[in-house]
T-cell receptor
Framework: KAGVTQTPRYLIKTRGQQVTLSCSPI?????VSWYQQTPGQGLQFLFE???????NKGNFPGRFSGRQFSNSRSEMNVSTLELGDSALYLC???????????FGQGTRLTVV | AQSVSQHNHHVILSEAASLELGCNYS??????LFWYVQYPGQHLQLLLK??????LVKGIKGFEAEFIKSKFSFNLRKPSVQWSDTAEYFC????????????FGTGTKLQVIP
């Protein structure tokens, strides 16, 4: 088990809407990272949160934002959805850089 | 900026054949290196990792990888593949500093024919 629960698993939204995805790591893992996976671009790093603070950020527009709560659960929000935002959004937990990341099953977002 | 290159996009092998998937990265500082595997319909799983010490790293399911610093490479190997190894494999570079912490390669799809 990856120890990361992502909800929902599938989502269909209309262009222009906004969406919020959720990620819950197992207890004790304060680092949560988000990634976008598409056939064309592969896996791209969105951002990382550690103890409720954004520690790193990838090269995505400001429409992509996130936050982390005191219980380590994290949410990712995408506003003004575009067709190109259709992707598998993965969340990963980690303790340290050396450990690597353990991924959840992802949320498949389809924008129509 | 750091980058990761996986030159083999699609590899087809027969069972029992040997496997080597290439991974080259560009980053001048200290990096941690990882290989992940994604089986059809499943989540990404960590295969193995390197962060220091012995450059030959052994992972799960008989996979190993060798870190060659002079070549900026971290190739994945398996002496004898099985049909169940059919999956997509991703190389990743992590660095503790820098703006973009994690960079993944574009992935290599491995198809093992029984």
């Amino acid at each position: 088990k990856a120890g990361v629960t992502q909800t929902p698993r599938y989502l269909i939204k209309t262009r222009g809407q906004q969406v919020t995805l959720s990620c819950s790591p197992i207890s004790g893992h304060r680092s949560v990272s988000w990634y976008q996976q598409t056939p064309g671009q592969g896996l791209q790093f969105l951002f990382e949160y550690f103890s409720e603070t954004q520690r790193n950020k990838g090269n995505f527009p400001g429409r992509f934002s996130g936050r982390q709560f005191s219980n380590s659960r994290s949410e990712m929000n995408v506003s003004t959805l575009e067709l190109g935002d259709s992707a598998l959004y993965l969340c990963a937990r980690s303790l340290t850089d050396c450990e690597g990341a353990f991924f959840g099953q992802g949320t498949r977002l389809t924008v129509v | 900026a750091q980058s990761v290159s996986q030159h083999n996009h699609h590899v087809i092998l027969s069972e029992a054949a040997s496997l080597e998937l290439g991974c080259n990265y560009s980053y001048g500082g200290t990096v941690n290196l990882f290989w992940y595997v994604q089986y059809p319909g499943q989540h990404l799983q960590l295969l193995l990792k390197y962060f220091s010490g012995d450059p030959l790293v052994k992972g799960i399911k008989g996979f190993e990888a060798e870190f060659i610093k002079s070549k900026f490479s971290f190739n994945l190997r398996k002496p004898s593949v099985q049909w169940s190894d059919t999956a997509e494999y991703f190389c990743a570079v992590w660095n503790s500093g820098g703006y973009q912490k994690v960079t993944f390669g574009t992935g290599t799809k491995l198809q093992v024919i029984p």
